[in-house]
């Protein structure tokens, strides 16, 4: 194999084959994979489920990163985006778009952290795609990757389902992923180290329907963090949401880098983290779930859902530790580029 990617790789011939077969098949190929076609034919669901499908690229830099790469990152963020919706994900496809240039070993590593994650989400990669641009025409790898998942008939979650009254939770502290980029990419170091917080939630997210079943919504609060997803959530259901600052779990180091940089820890971006929207009476429940889970074990109750005043529409508030109350809004413009 050669030592680097180059534009026979991407060009449909013996090359490509080899790099399929000897990089891609090799990491974390199965049965269905390997059946080398155009399309994964795969089992036909049970009846009356149904199928819940997402799709997301990643481009971040740098490609590698204190817990995790763009690998690791690619299975995670789309079997979560999959498991919001209270589905079952089971099958990837992955879609590598090549610089000429990039290190195969590089390449390997990658791979090996896509089979690393798939394993433990317990998705098999069924299909994909190969693209080599030229030199200086891309930015060393670009991947997408497209998840199914199965739904069972009497499941509904949605953003639209969170009524006055409901509990706010998060699955554990904020800002890992954000502030573990922003030191690689800048050459930062901080007394502790930041690690990205990428995982697979679908097991957590099973964990937690099983002991709150009427849980509202789950979302992963990526690009914008905390503040974004609330007011998404807050406008989907045409209500308000008083988060308590005091109760958001965020570890000191990285609220040490936030004060630093000039960021609010509550807009930075979250790879292995997720919100919930639970019925009062089952919170703790719901809580107590999360943290049997080992991505869980910092979650809190962090908020409640609040009617909105139909005058001024649907807001967020952040209640502070001094008694005081502000407007929480979603992030304007981009502040960490490239955070997956």
């Not at 740098?62 to 919706?85: E, K, M, Q, W, Y």
């Not at 509202?216 to 690009?223: K, L």
């Not at 509550?266 to 919930?276: D, F, H, P, S, T």
């Amino acid at each position: 194999m050669d030592e680097t990617v180059m534009l026979g790789h991407g060009s449909g011939g013996t090359m490509m084959k080899r790099i399929i077969e000897e990089v891609f098949f090799e990491a974390y190929a199965g049965d269905v994979l390997l059946t080398g076609d155009d399309a994964a034919v795969l089992p036909a669901l049970q009846p009356g489920y149904r199928l819940a499908f997402s799709t997301d690229s990643f481009v971040v830099t740098p490609h590698f990163f204190p817990g995790g790469n763009i690998g690791r990152l690619a299975v995670c963020g789309t079997v979560n985006d999959v498991a919001t919706s209270g589905a079952t994900p089971r099958y990837l496809s992955l879609g590598a778009v090549l610089e000429e240039g990039f290190p195969m070993h590089d390449l390997r590593r990658i791979c090996e952290s896509v089979a690393e994650a798939a394993r433990e989400a317990g998705v098999h990669i069924v299909t994909g795609d190969t693209k080599v641009v030229n030199k200086g025409h891309g930015d060393g790898i670009f991947i997408n990757t497209s998840g199914i998942g199965v739904l069972p008939p009497d499941r509904a979650l949605s953003g639209a389902n969170c009524k006055p009254g409901d509990k706010v939770l998060v699955t554990g502290t904020l800002g890992d992923h954000g502030i573990a980029i922003m030191s690689c990419r800048e050459g930062l170091s901080f007394q502790a180290p930041v690690e990205s917080d990428a995982a697979p939630l679908n097991h957590l997210i099973a964990e937690v329907l099983a002991a709150a079943p009427e849980t509202r919504c789950f979302r992963d609060p990526t690009r914008g963090g905390l503040a974004s997803t609330l007011n998404e959530l807050a406008d989907q259901s045409g209500v308000d949401m008083l988060v308590e600052e005091a109760s958001v779990p965020v570890k000191d180091v990285v609220r040490g880098a936030c004060d630093m940089l000039g960021y609010d820890v509550l807009q930075v971006a979250n790879e292995g983290k997720m919100v919930c929207v639970v019925p009062p009476e089952q919170a703790e429940q719901a809580l107590a779930a999360m943290r049997a889970n080992k991505y869980g074990t910092n979650a809190a109750i962090i908020g409640e859902v609040q009617p909105a005043d139909p005058a001024r529409g649907p807001k967020v508030y952040l209640q502070t530790p001094f008694g005081t109350k502000r407007i929480l809004d979603m992030l304007v413009g981009e502040q960490l580029p490239r955070i997956c």
